[in-house]
């Protein structure tokens, strides 16, 4: 049975090692953490020094999934546009080998539901880079639909 729960600085140990390649890592979130390899202690400096980049002071919640073997993945949500109605997914990642086995749908099922009865969240999106089909498989899946692509990133809503 898969679980989240907020993010703690020991999950970034191995988080980071899920970013087992260049292309993962920049897929994944790259953009946000400086130069690819990423370690522990950058993830943690992003997360509680920077805010996870976030202007406002209570709009970043890392969440981590596990189960009885321990953690399986990752993502954040944040409120956009000074809206605590809108959410939005981001930087998720899913062990490699839990990959294509239903772990990351079964995590952003649990994150949608907590999104929308906890944080009473009225829209959610995600973005996905265009030649990340696996990722744009699982959000679909989840109910996110395709409103447009920006840059190379399709943005999601639901």
């Known amino acids: 049975m898969l679980c989240l729960r907020p993010y703690k600085p020991c999950d970034a140990k191995k988080i980071v090692l899920w970013c087992q390649d260049e292309e993962t890592f920049h897929k994944w979130g790259g953009d946000h953490f400086g130069e690819y390899p990423i370690n522990a202690d ?48 981001g930087w998720v990642i899913v062990a490699p080998d839990r990959r294509g086995k239903g772990y990351g749908k079964e995590m952003l099922s649990i994150g949608i539901k907590l999104a929308r009865e906890i944080y009473h969240a009225e829209q959610l999106s995600i973005g996905v880079f265009v030649d990340n089909d696996s990722a744009r498989y699982c959000y679909t899946s989840v109910g996110f ?8 990133v399709i943005e999601m809503e639901l």
């Open 42 to 89: 950058i993830m943690n400096h992003v997360y509680f020094e920077k805010n996870g980049n976030c202007i406002e002071e209570d709009n970043f919640y890392p969440m981590t999934a596990f189960d009885e073997d321990g953690i399986c993945g990752h993502f954040i949500m944040r409120y956009i546009h000074g809206d605590n109605h809108i959410i939005r997914f």
């Open 145 to 152: 639909r395709e409103i447009e692509t920006v840059n190379g």
